[in-house]
């Protein structure tokens, strides 16, 4: 093995691991719910390559409103869908979409794009 | 498109000096990647920044690294010569892959527009304005917004009825398959409903709305077929989970192929090897063909269901209907038609029929009875002359009494002809007992104190039930029934239909116990109901289905809903759930094998046994075409129609 295989391979390595790492146990950006005077809890969302905040935190029993405002025109975050919900939603470019939901169950739902390649989740408490 | 050419003509490269012909070929890529490509980059880096991967990610990813080698062995020859590798260019390669990654997209996107074609149509069928009459009397035309409820509406003759609401006055036969999927107009009078987005055939009639916006009949099935769209079919579940890791798990294979090539090629070689399976593992990856198996069959199947009058709540309720081995049906309101209708009209000896049919319709269309009503649609079936009758009155439990053309006239149970003083003649008391015998309902005649005749009523098999009940047979599905009559009305029922198991004088707190009754024998068991007394058998059943002109808890517990008061609906749900799932599975299989062959294989995993190598624009042509191949095979089911005998 010469020089040049073995700062390949470590490099290659280390690229991998950074890889898992940051896409799969990285902190991510949570975000709770403001609930408004008429008792809905309401959370902005950006999509553009994913979402942020994608870690909502909202109260169980109590009606959710997200808005989604889609900063992009890239086809691969024109869906949303949050199948526990039963919700499938077309998010225009630079659109605001509101989603309303009333979670009854403690538990976390995943909402994705069209595909599942870009996640969030919903953190019901 | 040039870059391909010149790089399949070796002959004309000889001749032009390598440098110059590097740079030309780095100012035709350029425009390619920085203006037709420079979505997948933002988007990828879009994506890196949430912490999210996609599929323009691979592309951002694969091409970038062949361009910036590219571009090193332009710029800085002499940097590869002197460590004895030939500065070689992937101009070409990453023109092209952007090219052919744009294109699928292209006809991916055409053909996912058609998926959700049905549901667009259902919405499109909406009316656009009202014809309104105003307290004045006069009509005006107004959009369907301003449309209110209580509102009187005007349908003139091939027009769209606005909303839904009831009919006032007038009568026509109206089309109502854009919803029910029933091919025949249906005739509507007085007091019938009428639906938004239907269309009047032949007459004019006004009717009272009822309902508006959300609440009518169309924004219901459009907001239940938009809810089973966004649904998630348990079969699906392995499919998110892959994708959900697929990505990164896609760049960490292509870091580690890179890796195992330059440590294990060639050293004049390692490099170039290396870059061209590392772009190839990255481009042939298809995520897209995963996350699309499934969403794109449900969209297409439960729009297509809707057009045919089967609404399917759920992508699940879709896959326990392929999974049904028996189905379940409560005979009244879905073998027969759960309304009585006349079935023996029986004068005495010497009685003219059709004159008795006239004056025993004449003394029934003054009751609201339903038994009467049944006498009514025969003799209106019959088109028997309409007379008047006077002195209506009506016996409470026994029956009715008039006075038609000056003659009594008697109608209800032995009970009242009995308190009238009247005797059956030993003929006509024989014929009331065969009736009787066969679980009919007998109205007795009675005309100036003589028993003149005999009706007999009884809930009617629908025509279609029987075709209906063999289709489901033939497609191995053992068709029960259960009823709350005697075993031997049962039986009858049964055998008139074609039905060998059935369960008799079932109370209706025991429909949901005879559900965990076939369970229990390990059967799928599909529910047909259409009451209210029907909701804990339906929500029981694996999976139930509520009849049309079912209640709305029924159709609270059910998973799929048919239109239709029809037996046929059942035959079109299960038909359309085994194609649908049928086709999930094919492309789900396509997207997995396409994945799991195509990724080692691009990796290099041929090259020690075969010498072959995955060309990085062979697999972006293979990548293109995988999703569109997936979405085609979905949009097969854009041509299902339901099977009929």
């Given at each position: 093995m ?9 490099t ?9 790492w ?8 949570t975000?709770?719910?403001?609930s ?6 309401e959370v902005?969302?950006t999509?553009?390559g994913g979402?942020?905040p994608?870690?909502i935190?909202?109260?169980?029993g109590?009606?959710?409103q997200?808005?989604f405002?889609r900063?992009?025109e890239?086809s691969?975050s024109?869906e949303?869908?949050?199948p526990?919900f039963?919700i499938?939603?077309?998010l225009p470019a630079f659109?605001?979409?509101l989603?309303?939901?009333l979670?009854q169950q403690a538990?976390?739902f995943t909402f994705t794009c069209?595909m599942g390649?870009l996640r969030g989740s919903?953190v019901v408490? | 498109?040039?870059l ?6 070796p002959?004309l490269m000889?001749r032009?000096n390598?440098?110059w012909?590097?740079?030309?070929l780095?100012?035709?890529t350029?425009?390619v990647l920085l203006y ?9 880096w ?9 599929m ?5 990813v694969?091409?970038g690294?062949?361009?910036l080698?590219s571009?090193?062995?332009?710029v800085?020859p002499d ?9 070689e260019?992937y101009?070409d390669?990453?023109?092209?892959i ?6 699928g997209k ?15 149509a259902?919405m499109?069928?909406q009316a656009?304005t009202?014809?309104v ?16 409820l209580?509102?009187?509406v005007?349908v003139r003759?091939?027009e769209?009825v606005a909303t839904?609401?009831?009919i006032?006055?007038g009568?026509?036969a109206?089309?109502?398959?854009m919803?029910?999927g029933e091919?025949l107009p249906?005739?509507k009078k007085t007091?019938?409903p009428?639906?938004?987005a239907t269309l009047?055939?032949?007459?004019s009639?006004?009717f009272r ?10 924004a219901?099935?459009?907001k239940?077929?938009?809810d089973a769209q966004?649904s998630r ?6 499919a998110?989970?892959v994708s959900?890791?697929?990505?990164p798990?896609?760049v960490v294979?292509?870091i580690?192929?890179f890796v195992?090539?330059?440590d294990?090629?060639?050293v ?6 290396a870059l061209v ?8 990856a ?5 996350g699309?198996?499934?969403p794109?069959?449900i969209?297409v ?11 399917i709540?759920?992508a ?5 209907a392929?999974q049904?081995?028996?189905v379940l049906l ?5 073998i027969?038609r759960g309304?009585?209708?006349?079935t023996?009209?029986v ?6 029929a059709d004159q008795?049919?006239?004056v ?7 009751s609201?009875?339903?038994l009467?009503e049944?006498?009514?649609?025969y003799a209106?079936?019959?088109q028997?002359?309409?007379?008047s ?5 009506a016996?409470e439990g026994?029956g ?7 003659q009594?006239?008697l109608i209800?149970?032995?009970r009242?002809?009995e308190?009238?003083g ?5 003929a006509?008391r024989?014929?009331a007992e065969e009736l009787?015998?066969q679980a009919?309902?007998?109205?007795y ?6 028993a003149v005749?005999?009706i007999?009523?009884?809930?009617t098999?629908?025509?279609t039930?029987a ?8 497609m ?10 005697n075993p031997?009305?049962a ?7 074609g039905?060998?198991?059935f369960?008799?004088e079932?109370l209706?707190?025991g ?5 965990k009754?076939?369970q229990?024998?390990?059967r799928t068991?599909?529910m047909v ?5 029907d909701?804990p ?6 999976i139930g289905?509520?009849m049309?002109g079912g ?5 609270e ?8 008061s029809?037996l046929q609906?059942v035959v079109?749900?299960i038909d ?6 049928r086709?999930?599975?094919q492309n ?16 290099g ?6 010498g072959l190598?995955?060309s ?8 293109a075409l995988?999703?569109v191949?997936v979405?085609t095979?979905?949009l097969?089911?854009?041509s299902?129609?339901?099977v009929?005998?």
């Amino acid at each position: 093995m010469d020089i040049a295989e073995i700062i390949v391979t470590l490099t290659g390595v280390a690229l991998a691991g950074f890889v898992i790492w940051y896409f799969f146990f990285s902190a991510r950006q949570t975000a709770s719910a403001v609930s408004s005077s008429s008792g809905v809890q309401e959370v902005d969302i950006t999509v553009k390559g994913g979402y942020s905040p994608d870690v909502i935190e909202v109260e169980r029993g109590k009606p959710v409103q997200l808005s989604f405002y889609r900063d992009e025109e890239n086809s691969c975050s024109e869906e949303l869908l949050m199948p526990d919900f039963s919700i499938r939603r077309d998010l225009p470019a630079f659109k605001t979409t509101l989603v309303e939901l009333l979670p009854q169950q403690a538990g976390t739902f995943t909402f994705t794009c069209g595909m599942g390649m870009l996640r969030g989740s919903l953190v019901v408490k | 498109m040039p870059l391909s050419m010149l790089m399949l003509w070796p002959a004309l490269m000889q001749r032009i000096n390598m440098q110059w012909l590097n740079y030309g070929l780095l100012v035709l890529t350029l425009p390619v990647l920085l203006y037709s490509g420079r979505e997948f980059f933002t988007s990828a880096w879009n994506g890196f920044k949430h912490r999210a991967a996609n599929m323009d990610t691979l592309i951002a990813v694969g091409t970038g690294a062949a361009f910036l080698y590219s571009l090193a062995a332009t710029v800085a020859p002499d940097w590869f010569m002197r460590r004895g590798l030939m500065p070689e260019v992937y101009y070409d390669t990453t023109a092209t892959i952007i090219a052919l990654i744009l294109l699928g997209k292209v006809l991916e996107l055409r053909a996912k527009t058609q998926t959700s074609a049905a549901i667009k149509a259902l919405m499109g069928l909406q009316a656009k304005t009202a014809r309104v009459v105003r307290p004045g009397g006069q009509e005006v035309d107004v959009p369907i917004e301003q449309v209110q409820l209580g509102d009187l509406v005007v349908v003139r003759p091939g027009e769209k009825v606005a909303t839904d609401g009831l009919i006032e006055e007038g009568h026509s036969a109206v089309d109502e398959a854009m919803l029910t999927g029933e091919s025949l107009p249906v005739e509507k009078k007085t007091g019938d409903p009428v639906f938004g987005a239907t269309l009047n055939k032949t007459g004019s009639f006004r009717f009272r709305v009822t309902k508006v916006g959300a609440d009518t009949m169309l924004a219901q099935i459009v907001k239940l077929v938009e809810d089973a769209q966004g649904s998630r079919a348990p079969i699906q579940r392995l499919a998110d989970k892959v994708s959900a890791i697929f990505v990164p798990t896609v760049v960490v294979i292509a870091i580690l192929t890179f890796v195992l090539w330059f440590d294990l090629a060639p050293v004049e070689a390692r490099l170039p090897l290396a870059l061209v399976n590392f772009v190839a593992v990255l481009i042939i990856a298809c995520p897209c063909a995963l996350g699309l198996a499934t969403p794109t069959a449900i969209m297409v199947s439960t729009g297509k269901g809707a057009e045919h009058g089967v609404l399917i709540r759920n992508a699940e309720a879709l896959e326990k209907a392929y999974q049904v081995d028996t189905v379940l049906l409560d005979k009244t309101g879905t073998i027969t038609r759960g309304e009585p209708a006349v079935t023996d009209f029986v004068p005495a000896d010497g009685q003219p029929a059709d004159q008795l049919l006239q004056v025993v319709a004449a003394v029934e269309r003054q009751s609201e009875h339903p038994l009467a009503e049944a006498v009514v649609r025969y003799a209106d079936a019959q088109q028997a002359p309409v007379i008047s009758a006077t002195g209506f009155q009506a016996i409470e439990g026994k029956g009715a009494k008039a006075s038609v053309n000056g003659q009594a006239v008697l109608i209800g149970n032995a009970r009242l002809l009995e308190e009238a003083g009247i005797m059956l003649p030993e003929a006509v008391r024989r014929q009331a007992e065969e009736l009787l015998a066969q679980a009919k309902t007998v109205l007795y005649v009675a005309v100036n104190k003589q028993a003149v005749g005999l009706i007999g009523v009884a809930d009617t098999v629908r025509e279609t039930s029987a075709a209906a009940i063999k289709r489901l047979q033939a497609m191995g599905i053992e068709v029960v029934m259960m009823t709350g009559d005697n075993p031997q009305t049962a039986a009858q029922v049964a055998g008139q239909v074609g039905i060998k198991r059935f369960f008799a004088e079932v109370l209706p707190s025991g429909k949901a116990g005879k559900v965990k009754e076939l369970q229990a024998e390990g059967r799928t068991v599909a529910m047909v109901g259409d009451g209210i007394n029907d909701a804990p058998a339906l929500a029981q059943a694996d999976i139930g289905l509520a009849m049309g002109g079912g209640t709305d808890v029924a159709m609270e517990a059910a998973g799929i809903t048919l239109m239709r008061s029809d037996l046929q609906g059942v035959v079109t749900a299960i038909d359309l759930s085994r194609q649908t799932i049928r086709t999930i599975k094919q492309n789900l299989f396509f997207a997995f094998i396409y994945n799991t062959l195509g990724i080692p294989i691009a990796a290099g995993l041929l090259y020690p046994f075969f010498g072959l190598l995955l060309s990085p624009m062979l697999a972006a042509g293979a990548m293109a075409l995988s999703s569109v191949s997936v979405l085609t095979n979905s949009l097969r089911l854009r041509s299902f129609s339901p099977v009929k005998n």
